[in-house]
């Protein structure tokens, strides 16, 4: 078929597997969303009101799915725009594709108006880009761009696009969307990898699993309880790897880190064995590196051999595909016994528990109550910050692709564009965003494009008046001293959120927060709930930056 640039775009979309795109038009991008107008029926786009909203929707549509996210913009600030939720699923290993369109290639390098070099921009943050100087290139950049978004370790791909090669014909010819290759990764899994790694764990008294964000996208949950069970070890988590061991399992002892549960650091601190599995290893994780699991002999898994012996150094790790490494193992391991280790640490879980304040409106009730009323079914976004992290420690994810938050990169403004992408891709399921009012204020346009799609969403607002996490920090090294970090506007959350179409809530006590999410959950329109709660509530337990994470404190 003969068919011009931005009608191979739309069909190559569609050999893709594509049915949403988010994004916001503009001059140079008119000739793809004129294109795209007539394929409304096949490819239904979302109209964010920020280009920001459109990558985070992309992002959070993909997590929660599987698939890749989509998103268009326009040229000059209309990509520039995209640059947050690009870098922000690049850090957290999303797969995103981002078409942009640019000025004319006759024009390029010009300061043409909205110019913009966008794949110079973005080459850092992306795990490829391209800009399509020749529409001859175009469909087999687009299908390569899919396949490097997807493949390996995934993350996002921009593809440019001057306005003049959406506009002229060349011929296409249909290709269906062909399976990612395994390739060296799957090769580097060698018999004496496993063999090595099946001694370390023989040799093991006191195990501990640790898994992070890899489990999840390498969907290895499965193989990863059989292998947890096998090696009859207790397990931690990541941020990112939340829900791909099950957080309601006796073998769970909660998130590690910073703000971890006592008993994953403690137990972390103790082990002869850490298994790391798709984790990175991150400094929030570390706190000090020269003392992390001191103990203990490190096996890590992971498909990016980059990640190996870069924060930490391991003993012996196998590079591939976390779901395939697990299941190798799964096929040679005898089933251990570790029982006094268990009840050692299942003594640590029950010394040192996740406390809910028993009374007034507090961050910990708002997520334990949120979680009781979902029974955990939930598809939970959140921003950054303080509420984020009470999100991680009292929701109970059982599953993959229930925890939509921004782990890397710490981007303010996430959750509600991602919230969006998610309900998008999954009409059936609940979604809540959970926020801080300071998070809420980036991006809050973003409740009117909810209420614009009709998609009954459910903004939570944990509201303190003050940059909660940055005032934690003010309070405990900074000697109080608040410097920008109190918002003591007057700025009314729910008559923001009534303006835009969404219903609006108030509440300052545990009961009126029960009622309000009641009504939320059956509600057929976007609902922001303002949970008003105190100044200084904090998130405990903590471990200072650069301190062994054995080492916790609080305010007192």
């Keep these: 078929m003969l068919l011009n640039g931005s009608e191979i775009i739309i069909e190559c979309l569609k050999e893709q597997g594509v049915?949403?795109?988010?994004?916001?038009?503009?001059?140079?991008?008119?000739?793809?969303?004129?294109?795209?107008?007539?394929?409304?029926?096949?490819?239904?786009?979302?109209?964010?009101?920020?280009?920001?909203?459109?990558?985070?929707?992309?992002?959070?549509?993909?997590?929660?799915?599987?698939?890749?996210?989509?998103?268009?913009?326009?040229?000059?600030?209309?990509?520039?725009?995209?640059?947050?939720?690009?870098?922000?699923?690049?850090?957290?290993s999303v797969p995103i594709v981002a078409i942009t369109c640019n000025v004319n290639v006759s024009l390029l390098g010009k300061d043409s108006f909205q110019e913009i070099d966008i794949t110079g921009i973005t080459m850092p943050i992306t795990k490829h880009n391209f800009i399509v100087k020749d529409i001859k290139d175009l469909a087999e950049t687009i299908r390569r761009a899919f396949t490097i978004a997807k493949s390996g370790r995934p993350g996002p791909v921009l593809i440019d696009v001057p306005k003049d090669v959406t506009a002229p014909t060349n011929k296409?010819?249909?290709?269906?969307?062909?399976?990612?290759?395994?390739?060296?990764?799957?090769?580097?899994?060698?018999?004496?990898?496993?063999?090595?790694?099946?001694?370390?764990?023989?040799?093991?008294?006191?195990?501990?699993?640790?898994?992070?964000?890899?489990?999840?996208?390498?969907?290895?949950?499965?193989?990863?309880?059989?292998?947890?069970?096998?090696?009859?070890?207790?397990?931690?988590?990541?941020?990112?790897?939340?829900?791909?061991?099950?957080?309601?399992?006796?073998?769970?002892?909660?998130?590690?880190?910073?703000?971890?549960?006592?008993?994953?650091?403690?137990?972390?601190?103790?082990c002869d064995l850490l298994i790391a599995v798709g984790t990175r290893f991150s400094d929030r994780v570390l706190g000090n590196p020269d003392k992390f699991a001191s103990n203990a002999k490190i096996l890590q898994f992971d498909v990016d051999p980059a990640e190996i012996n870069k924060n930490i150094l391991t003993d012996h790790a196998?590079?591939?595909?976390?779901?395939?490494?697990?299941?190798?193992?799964?096929?040679?391991?005898?089933?251990?016994?570790?029982?006094?280790?268990?009840?050692?640490?299942?003594?640590?879980?029950?010394?040192?528990?996740?406390?809910?304040?028993?009374?007034?409106?507090?961050?910990?009730?708002?997520?334990?109550?949120?979680?009781?009323?979902?029974?955990?079914?939930?598809?939970?976004?959140?921003?950054?910050?303080?509420?984020?992290?009470?999100?991680?420690?009292?929701?109970?994810?059982?599953?993959?692709?229930?925890?939509?938050t921004s782990g890397g990169l710490g981007t303010m403004g996430y959750g509600l564009g991602a919230a969006i992408g998610a309900k998008t891709g999954n009409p059936d399921k609940k979604v809540i965003n959970i926020a801080g009012d300071g998070c809420f204020r980036m991006n809050m346009n973003e409740v009117a494009t909810a209420a614009r799609e009709k998609l009954p969403i459910i903004e939570i607002v944990i509201n303190n008046h003050v940059l909660?996490?940055?005032?934690?920090?003010?309070?405990?090294?900074?000697?109080?001293?608040?410097?920008?970090?109190?918002?003591?506007?007057?700025?009314?959350?729910?008559?923001?959120?009534?303006?835009?179409?969404?219903?609006?809530?108030?509440?300052?006590?545990?009961?009126?927060?029960q009622s309000a999410l009641k009504e939320a959950l059956v509600s057929e329109k976007p609902v922001l709930i303002d949970c008003i709660i105190d100044s200084d509530d904090k998130v405990w337990p903590m471990v200072a930056p650069g301190a062994p994470i054995n080492e916790f404190f609080k305010e007192d």
């Design 172 to 270: 296409y010819e249909y290709m269906p969307m062909k399976p990612i290759p395994v390739g060296r990764v799957k090769k580097s899994i060698t018999e004496d990898a496993i063999k090595e790694a099946v001694k370390l764990i023989k040799k093991s008294k006191k195990p501990v699993v640790f898994v992070g964000g890899g489990a999840v996208l390498a969907n290895a949950s499965k193989e990863l309880k059989k292998f947890v069970e096998l090696v009859d070890a207790p397990v931690c988590d990541t941020l990112m790897g939340k829900g791909a061991f099950d957080g309601r399992d006796e073998r769970y002892t909660g998130m590690l880190g910073m703000h971890g549960c006592k008993a994953s650091n403690l137990s972390v601190s103790e």
């Design 19 to 92: 049915d949403t795109v988010f994004g916001y038009p503009g001059g140079a991008i008119l000739n793809l969303y004129d294109e795209l107008y007539k394929h409304s029926d096949e490819i239904h786009h979302v109209l964010t009101s920020h280009e920001q909203g459109a990558a985070h929707a992309a992002d959070g549509y993909a997590r929660s799915t599987g698939k890749v996210g989509v998103c268009f913009a326009t040229s000059g600030p209309g990509a520039t725009n995209l640059v947050t939720g690009i870098a922000t699923a690049h850090m957290d």
């Design 318 to 404: 196998i590079v591939g595909d976390v779901k395939e490494i697990l299941s190798r193992l799964n096929k040679v391991l005898e089933q251990a016994d570790h029982a006094t280790w268990m009840k050692h640490v299942k003594e640590l879980s029950e010394k040192y528990p996740l406390m809910v304040p028993a009374e007034g409106l507090s961050g910990q009730y708002i997520v334990a109550e949120t979680y009781r009323q979902t029974k955990g079914d939930a598809i939970i976004a959140t921003e950054v910050g303080q509420h984020q992290m009470w999100a991680a420690q009292y929701y109970k994810f059982k599953k993959p692709h229930q925890l939509l």
């Design 468 to 513: 909660g996490m940055v005032r934690q920090w003010q309070t405990i090294f900074y000697e109080k001293r608040y410097s920008a970090t109190v918002l003591d506007d007057v700025v009314d959350y729910v008559k923001l959120a009534e303006a835009m179409g969404a219903t609006g809530y108030r509440v300052t006590t545990q009961e009126e927060f």
